[in-house]
Each structure stands twice: as structure tokens, then as C-alpha cells.
Nanobody, 122 residues
């Protein structure tokens, strides 16, 4: 069993940066891929980024490539999402999920956090 808790969200001006953290509990965390998703009001949840458990493979949505970076520290059971050059359209609740890499990318990960709000003002 894995529990995920997101943190690091907040209010930032366009062009600014935030770093989200996804802290996990559970002994098996290091063997799971982890992904970030977001959901804006009135919109469907969308994939943002994912990282494999041994950090060989990452994937990003086209909308965030070159601006967001996903990284993990298995010793700290934490995955990070560094978000730079933020835009108002990045405003959403951000969730992390854990599971197999393909299932995480497809949004069917086994475990999900409760989310953290990111608001980007123009």
C-alpha cells in the first residue's frame, strides 16, 4: 500500500516558478513509476509528467515540455515537479499518482494523492 501527499502549491505570477512535492509512504514506493496530473475547473484531468522508478524514463505533456521537470529521490520517497515559466493556463489542482509507468501515463495509476492547488495570475 502506498499513500501519496502533495505539497508546494500556491499563488504565483505568470512567469514565476513553483516546485511541487509528492511524498509517499509505503515500502514499495521505490518500485513504482510516479506521474503528475492536473485538473482545471470545468475541464478533464490531464497528464502532465511521469517518471519511471529507476529514473531511466520520463514523459511530459507537450504543453509543459521545456518548462516543467520531474525528478525523484527514492531515498526520501519523494517525487518533485519543478514548474518554471508558469502561465495562467497552468492553473489547476495538481495530483500525483503511482503505479506502472504505462498505467500512470494513461491516468490509471494504482494510488493517488489528494491534490494541491496551483494558481497562476496574469
Amino acid at each position: 500500500q502506498v499513500q501519496l501527499v502533495e505539497s508546494g502549491g500556491g499563488l504565483v505570477q505568470a512567469g514565476g516558478s513553483l516546485r511541487l512535492s509528492c511524498a509517499a509512504s509505503g515500502r514499495a514506493f521505490g518500485s513504482y513509476a510516479v506521474g503528475w496530473f492536473r485538473q482545471a475547473p470545468g475541464k478533464e484531468r490531464e497528464f502532465v509528467a511521469a517518471i519511471d522508478w529507476i529514473v531511466i524514463k520520463t514523459d511530459y505533456a507537450d504543453s509543459v515540455k521545456g518548462r516543467f521537470t520531474i525528478a525523484r529521490d527514492n531515498a526520501k520517497n519523494t517525487v518533485y515537479l519543478q514548474m518554471n515559466s508558469l502561465k495562467p493556463e497552468d492553473t489547476a489542482v495538481y495530483y500525483c499518482a503511482a503505479g506502472g509507468f504505462n498505467s500512470v501515463v494513461l491516468g490509471t495509476g494504482n494510488y493517488w494523492g489528494q491534490g494541491t492547488q496551483v494558481t497562476v495570475s496574469s
